[in-house]
């Protein structure tokens, strides 16, 4: 009769339980493998240290014993540490049913417990199946005693290393302005590799490198093949997270990467060097908790030259029930090869304080200092600035009144000149007397430094009174009307004027529901103002600003949102200043799921304005002919337009083509900003100034074999490019 074998489950379950709940670890306090890890494909090379027991089979009888016991041998993962060791019913819940003998019990139980002699008496329900006549009984025995103060044995294991790489052919074609082609060949072979030092994650390291070697020729207008070239190119990662799951997690990166390895890149000679650390640190106890970075990135390039950024960074954060406070503070030096040299100091404070259920408090200040060579220049030029603001608000629920106070200190000092100074009073309140009226009253002082060193108080005072009718609904059309006036006095050294003003303003919105889940909205707005001053600056004006919008919404489910706009707005000004403006803005924003394979995601916004304005000048010589009128108004007209465009779409679809594992992906990326951020101190901005990006990918994966069809125009620097690319590549491993 063939003894019980534990079914796979069973068995399983006992092995990845053992670790758990005998001692927590394979090798106590060593080097260790979580038991999750033992269910893992890829571990069972792993080599672990184990405690071999053998047993007999025999049956015991009175009197009789088998000359020869048929022994096998079962592996057992070791316990290290007496410790740690399990309770008797704790073994027998894990150990296979071939086991549960009394000798391998005392041995197993001895091993547990430290060498200790167990006497373990059988159970009636282990009995093995007799394997023939068993004439001789079997004598137990016990393992001897160990020696107390003999040192325990620790026993190391080499964790699990989780690898995986890559080979890869690449094919591009890449062109820049009226240049001629430029074709590669790119040979790629690239590993990587992750692991951890000590389970529960005393360390957790990843590392990684690429190597690519290029064969690049370029291509002239007739077909005619010159200029060949071949390279080489290496790029690597190394990476460390220490005590990730601690109250004081530290994480260190190194990073050499070479353009040559990445096919999608814009230049083909540039190599960066990048080096991060981060530390963390929270109490056991509080509120609190801090950090402190430093990143360290190097653009080295054979026609720029190197872009060095180096960055020390801070913070520092408590967050209560009624309060919050983040302050940050960081030092940046970037310096260039063709002279640039900027040196950056930032130091910001936010504090929000919520003293009663119906007053808040908020506070900020920052301080900056920039100095800064430019190319070319031996002269450098700094900048320093302080500024501070707090603002509070008070907002009772069951009250008609709502009040403000704020104060602002800005201090400025350029190229060790004088010191600007200026400070801000301001207060205001807000009485609602009806649904409909309501009426406010605010004040100012604003004390400032004027050209000549001397300072100079400006008030200013308003009285404002609003009146919203109720709307007027006529189906899905709604009517909103409304009327503002307003008076003001400004009052300083050296003048003072007063002003009125009033405004009447009408809107009519309307929507409709194409379908369940989509809706569409539209309105149009009027407003008529006028203002009369009166005092120093007598200026009577008039505006008429007209405005209409039209808005798309779609909501197929709670995680997938999107909104479509377009608005146009002019605003003309009549009277003592005459200017126009217009302007036309189209925005997309949202994530949109269109299909079961397909999604459509971003944040674009495209604007367009105009801009008119007639500027006076005074004569300073009267004649007779100006007796009556000193003061001739002589009129120049400016006028302006601007594009601009910022935002990314991009657009996924999983199968396309209807064909599975086919995917394409479009990107379209556009920004009209022509700030360089790493003169800022930003380690991770771009050098270059990336106006508009359209790139199209598609991708077919079978297996671990991975084809890609890439097409790409970019403006670049003012440069045009156009890439055209194919690349086949084989992943090997866990990655």
Request: charged share 15%.
């Given at each position: ?631 001739a108004i002589d009129t120049t007209q400016t006028s302006d337009t601007n594009t601009s465009t910022n935002g990314s779409v991009t657009y996924f679809h999983s199968r396309a083509f209807g064909v599975r594992d086919l995917r394409y992906s479009l990107r379209f990326i556009a920004s009209t900003a022509t700030t360089n951020e790493r003169e800022f101190g930003d380690p991770d901005g771009n050098r270059d100034r990336v106006s508009r990006i359209l790139e199209q990918d598609l991708d077919y994966r079978v297996g671990r074999l991975d084809t890609q069809l890439k097409m790409r125009v970019a403006e670049v620097d003012g440069r045009k490019n156009a890439l055209l690319l194919f690349r086949v590549s084989r992943s090997f491993g866990n990655f």
């Open positions: 009769m063939k003894p019980h074998r534990p079914s796979r489950s069973s068995r399983r379950a006992a092995f990845a339980l053992s670790p758990l709940g005998l001692a927590g670890f394979f090798v106590g306090s060593t080097l260790a493998q979580p038991a999750q890890a033992i269910e893992h494909p890829h571990s069972d090379a792993l080599s672990l240290p184990r405690l071999k027991l053998s047993y007999s089979l025999g049956h015991a009888s009175e009197g009789n014993r088998a000359p020869d016991a048929v022994v096998r041998p079962v592996t057992l993962p070791l316990i290290s540490d007496a410790a740690t060791a399990p309770m008797p019913d704790q073994i027998e819940g894990v150990l296979p049913g071939l086991l549960r003998t009394a000798a391998s019990r005392s041995l197993l139980l001895a091993q547990s417990t430290g060498g200790a002699t167990v006497t373990v008496s059988p159970r009636k329900d282990e009995e093995p199946a007799p394997r023939g006549p068993q004439p001789a009984a079997r004598a137990s025995t016990s393992p001897p005693p160990e020696d107390e103060n003999r040192p325990k044995e620790k026993r190391y294991g080499l964790a699990p290393i989780r690898w995986g790489g890559q080979i890869a052919y690449t094919r591009s074609r890449f062109r820049t302005d009226d240049s001629a082609w430029s074709e590669t060949n790119a040979y790629e072979l690239g590993a990587q590799a992750s692991s951890y030092i000590l389970a529960p994650w005393i360390a957790l390291i990843n590392g990684g490198a690429t190597v690519v070697m290029t064969d690049s020729s370029n291509t002239g207008s007739t077909g005619q093949v010159s200029g060949g070239s071949e390279n080489v190119g290496v790029s690597g990662t190394l990476g460390a997270n220490i005590f990730p799951v601690s109250r004081f997690p530290f994480s260190l990166e190194l990073r050499a990467t070479d353009s040559r390895t990445d096919a999608t890149s814009f230049d083909r000679n540039r190599k960066t060097y990048r080096l991060s650390a981060r530390q963390d640190y929270r109490p056991a106890r509080g509120e609190w908790s801090t950090f402190a970075t430093y990143d360290f990135d190097r653009i080295q390039e054979s026609e720029l030259g190197d872009d060095t950024v180096h960055r020390l960074a801070g913070g520092y954060r408590v967050q209560g029930d009624n309060q919050t406070l983040d302050a940050n503070a960081s030092l940046s030096h970037n310096q260039r090869d063709d002279g640039f040299n900027s040196d950056i100091a930032l130091l910001t404070a936010n504090h929000y304080r919520r003293l009663r259920p119906d007053l808040t408090v908020t506070s900020n200040a920052s301080y900056l200092y920039d100095k800064r060579t430019p190319s070319g220049s031996a002269t450098a030029s700094d900048l320093q600035t302080l500024q501070a603001y707090s603002a509070a608000n008070w907002n009772p629920l069951n009250s008609p009144w709502t009040a403000n106070a704020s104060v602002r200190l800005a201090l400025s000092e350029t190229n060790g000149g004088p010191l600007n100074e200026s400070l801000s009073l301001a207060g205001g309140s807000t009485y609602r007397y009806s649904r409909n009226l309501s009426f406010g009253a605010s004040a100012t002082a604003n004390m400032f430094t004027v050209a000549d060193g001397d300072h100079e108080t400006i008030t200013t005072e308003f009285l404002t009174a609003t009146y919203n009718g109720d709307p007027l609904n006529f189906g899905r059309v709604s009517y909103n009307w409304g009327l503002t006036s307003s008076a003001s006095n400004v009052s300083g050294a050296n003048n003072s004027s007063q002003s009125l003003s009033g405004s009447v303003f009408h809107s009519l919105n309307t929507y409709w529901q194409p379908s369940a889940i989509s809706t569409i909205s539209a309105s149009g707005n009027q407003t008529l103002s006028h203002i009369k001053g009166f005092g120093d600056e007598a200026l009577s004006t008039s505006t008429l600003n007209h405005s209409a919008s039209l808005n798309y919404q779609i909501m197929p489910s709670a995680a997938s949102q999107a909104m479509m706009g377009l608005s146009l707005t002019d605003s003309r000004s009549f009277g003592d200043q005459v200017s126009r403006f217009q302007m036309a803005s189209f925005q997309f924003n949202g994530n949109w799921i269109t299909s079961q394979y397909a999604a459509l995601s971003g944040n674009l916004t495209i604007q367009r304005t105009w801009r008119k304005q007639d500027d006076f000048a005074n004569e300073t010589t009267v004649s007779q002919d100006t007796v009556d009128d000193p003061f």
